[in-house]
């Protein structure tokens, strides 16, 4: 028969294994986002570097007016993505918290049920040392009459 410890501590594991996915999750979203960001970067870079190049030769407006509209969604997409990361380090740091506090539960209800079973044992042995003493009294209570006929 299973005691209750052992079945809390089963659904606490299976607590903590959905945690600990929710927070490996949350970390790809985190390491993506992170990604884009750094794309975002490069073309920032990437883009003023060659508006820079375009205003030193001879350009039309038109042209530097495309890049400069580019470069401004890149910055408008940028302050959002800042953004997106302040959220997801929020996250990260609520998932991780979270399942901290349910892998610290599972650990005191582990330590519970290992108190739980070492006292069962406990119990055993000594109902088994009862058992061989009562026999042993039996045995020489038998001898002794034995002997006295």
């Known amino acids: 028969m299973k005691s209750v410890w052992s ?3 089963s659904k606490s594991e299976r607590e903590v294994k959905i945690a600990r996915q929710k927070l490996a999750d949350v970390q790809q979203t985190k390491t993506a ?3 884009r960001r750094d794309k975002l970067d490069h073309l ?4 003023t570097d060659q508006l820079k190049a375009v205003q030193l030769r001879s350009h039309n407006t038109a ?9 401004s969604q890149l910055q408008s997409m940028r302050v959002k993505s800042k953004h997106e990361m302040e959220i997801l380090k929020t996250n990260f ?3 991780r918290k979270h399942m901290l506090r349910l892998e610290h539960e599972r650990l005191k209800i582990e330590m519970l049920e290992q108190r739980e ?3 069962f044992e406990i119990e055993a042995l000594a109902r088994e040392t009862r058992e061989i003493e009562s026999s042993a009294l039996q045995q020489f209570n038998f ?3 034995i002997q006295q006929t």
């Open 7 to 9: 079945v809390l501590l």
């Open 117 to 119: 079973r070492e006292k």
């Open 143 to 145: 001898k002794e009459r």
């Open 93 to 95: 740091e609520a998932a």
């Open 33 to 35: 986002a992170e990604e």
């Open 44 to 47: 920032l870079i990437e883009y």
């Open 63 to 71: 042209e530097v007016g495309n890049f400069q509209q580019f470069i």
